[in-house]
């Protein structure tokens, strides 16, 4: 089958979030069953990606059309991608996909894609991947969006993936028809995290001691994420255990100079570490060594983050705004209330707990229901079932 997969960022740019890096597994495992995966995506990042641009390379089996934006500041500040040279080419190309599978749907290259796609008469499934709410995010960028296009994007697709029954109900509510909405979660690359490094590496590096409880957030630091939350709870938590640590991993996304002013007028930055964004062993190093895994955010759809905690045996908390906060309950750790109080208390629990019950719970139950092989499954019979039609 030829499937073409649109993303307005992919690998490198992992800055991007878990989206690039959803995009990435799941077109590398379908090309790993024999299926001809062509990704469309954009040159933007932090900075435009050092890559080869406007034509096909290779990338482990996988076709990638890097197209160069206008304007990587308009990429980057208002998250508009604007990939001119995709226009020189998609008339020509089209035609030779099977099906279309659209990640947040709300881009040009989306746009652009979607608008040949129907001309063609070629099957689109789209995914919003939590970008679907109109509550949060660029609430203004997105109902002008709707307005001329993404209302009409979505009610032509074929098929609607929503990552939880939230979003599902986001779709219905711009018009989407219920049938055509399937519930398929994140999927974890679990072959990742079957040798993980030894406990110690990330404590050594940063000089942070045995006996000291750490306590690790990792995503951007956006305010959406909520880390001002958990940067004023951990101020509490001091009080009561005095030998902990606060590690922040992620790229700034606006917040790092707002969260470094809290820290000094808390008195507390001798005890908080920022390290900047980490990848590969030094991101799973720092799961390993952490006490807890705090997600404080104030929306979040499907976070990987908590996978990737959990299947390095960390027990996780997040709040009650998180989508998958019911799967979390019970199974990989806490959920508690969106306050400082309530968050303190969870991750006071956490670190004084005798039992390990977490660990290996959160471990098995995210190999179990979120491993690639699971959710690739599903997905490739949606594609099945449209190549059929």
């Known amino acids: 089958m030829n499937i073409l997969q649109v993303s307005h960022s992919f690998i490198p740019c992992y800055d991007s979030g878990g989206v690039v890096r959803s995009v990435y597994t799941l077109s590398k495992e379908l090309a790993s069953r024999g299926h001809n995966v062509t990704v469309y995506t954009t040159d933007g ?37 604007t990939p001119y040279h995709l226009l020189r080419i998609i008339g020509k190309t089209i035609k030779n996909y099977d099906v279309i599978h659209i990640h947040e749907q709300r881009t040009i290259i989306a746009l652009i894609v979607a608008y ?8 689109i499934v789209i995914h919003a991947r939590g970008s679907t709410t109109l509550e ?48 398929i979660p994140n999927a974890i690359e679990t072959s990742l995290y079957d040798n993980l490094p030894p406990q110690g590496n990330f404590r050594e590096k940063h000089n942070i001691q045995a006996n000291e409880k750490m306590v690790l957030f990792l995503g951007r630091l956006n305010q959406i994420k909520g880390v001002d939350l958990l940067v004023e709870s951990f101020a509490l938590l001091t009080n009561d255990i005095k030998d902990s640590r606060l590690v922040i991993v ?36 720092a799961y390993v060594d952490a006490d807890v895994y705090v997600l404080p955010s104030r929306y979040e759809t499907f976070p990987n983050t908590v996978l990737e905690a959990a299947i390095c045996k960390t027990p996780v908390i997040v709040t009650e705004r998180c989508g998958i906060a019911e799967m979390v309950k019970n199974n990989m750790g806490l959920v508690v209330k969106y306050d400082k109080e309530s968050l303190k208390k969870g991750i006071y629990i956490l670190l004084t707990a005798k039992s390990d019950a977490f660990k290996d719970k959160g471990y098995s139950f995210v190999r179990e229901k979120f491993s690639q092989k699971v959710v690739v499954d599903e997905i490739e019979n949606i594609y099945r079932d449209l190549q059929k039609r």
Do not use: W
């Open 45 to 81: 990042c932090t900075k435009r990606l050092d890559v080869e641009k406007n034509k096909r390379v290779s990338l482990d089996g996988v076709n990638v059309y890097y197209f160069s934006n206008i304007s990587n500041t308009l990429r980057m500040r208002f998250k508009i991608a």
């Open 250 to 285: 992620g790229p700034d996304d606006g917040c790092l100079d707002h969260l470094e002013e809290m820290i000094n007028r808390l008195k507390i930055k001798s005890k908080v570490l920022f390290t900047g964004p980490l990848y590969e062993d030094d991101k799973l190093e």
């Open 116 to 123: 040949y796609a129907k001309k063609n008469n070629i099957p």
């Open 136 to 183: 949060r995010g660029r609430v203004f960028y997105k109902k002008v969006f709707d307005t001329f296009y993404g209302k009409k994007m979505v009610k032509n697709a074929s098929k609607l993936i929503a990552l939880t029954p939230a979003e599902a109900q986001q779709y219905q509510e711009i018009g989407a028809d219920p049938q055509k909405i399937v519930i």
